[in-house]
């Protein structure tokens, strides 16, 4: 679990390769659900997936689904009873904490909102399944410079081209606005992909990047409010600060891998390890 940025992906191939080989891997980023905007999602591609089985991830028709909190509920216990009964090690990962709390959470109501507004509904401390959950951090003004990078880079990987074939296309006029249509960039760099697709630079593009940036940071507050609100609920959360990882990715320090061990991979390992005996 952790805020978009934080290393919840990375973390998760390391534990499966390297300590938990019978490990497979359950999408929980309500975006990464759909297929299509690969980077514009920022999907895990399958260079880096390393071979480990990933499940929830880019499987559903964006122009004709939109997975509620609970579809996602009875397809990823039917996915993580599966992996069980292969005796694998289920690694649920990512950022959408309203679905992972409607996966777990063992009195589930999709009617109730314990995470929104003035007196949100009380958090089920009961859960379904016997979990350990890890809890990527970062500090706040840290997380927000790298994603302003990271914002940079998914640009280089390809994204101002992929959403002028979305829009170039019409797939922005078939997909659900409920689902995929939510995904930040979409909204954001409309305005540049008038005139059937053709990019118009300048203001509006420097306005859409600027508001993805300010919005992904958004994001990244939002779901560390709703961890937050699960922690107070009785979640028993293990927290694994990785604020260093990213403030030496950010300045360009050499000892990013060494780090990135020593706070978050050999804390994890441990913390999985000791679950799995108890």
Not at 23 to 52: A, C, F, P, W
Request: proline fraction near 3%; include cysteine; glycine fraction near 10%.
């Amino acid at each position: 679990m952790g805020a978009t940025g934080a290393g919840k992906s990375r973390l998760s191939i390391d534990l499966a390769t390297r300590f938990f080989k019978d490990s497979e891997i359950i999408n929980s980023d309500k975006m990464q659900l759909y297929r299509g905007l690969d980077i514009t999602t920022n999907k895990i591609t399958t260079q880096e997936q390393q071979g480990v089985p990933h499940h929830l991830l880019g499987v559903f028709d964006p122009t004709q689904s939109v997975i509620t909190p609970n579809e996602y509920r009875k397809l990823a216990s039917k996915t993580i009873i599966n992996i069980v009964s292969r005796n694998g090690l289920p690694l649920v990962v990512g950022g959408s904490n309203s679905v992972i709390y409607s996966l777990l959470a063992k009195h589930f109501n999709p009617k109730l909102d314990v995470f929104n507004g003035q007196n949100p509904d009380p958090i089920s401390s009961e859960l379904r399944f016997k979990c350990c959950f890890i809890w990527v951090d970062v500090c706040v003004k840290v997380l927000d410079r790298y994603l302003s990078k990271r914002v940079d880079e998914m640009l280089d990987k390809g994204m101002l081209e992929e959403l002028k074939e979305f829009f170039g296309s019409g797939e922005n006029l078939r997909v659900k606005r409920a689902g995929l249509g939510q995904a930040i960039g979409v909204s954001e760099l409309e305005g540049c992909f008038s005139n059937f697709g053709r990019a118009k630079y300048g203001k509006l593009y420097d306005e859409g990047v600027r508001r993805i940036k300010e919005n992904t940071c958004e994001l990244a507050k939002r779901q560390v409010g709703k961890i937050l609100r699960l922690k107070a609920g009785g979640w028993d959360l293990k927290r694994i600060d990785a604020t260093e990882v990213l403030r030496m990715s950010d300045s360009g320090g050499g000892k990013v891998a060494e780090i990135w061990e020593e706070d978050v991979v050999a804390r994890s390992v441990n913390m999985v390890k000791q679950f799995l005996e108890e």
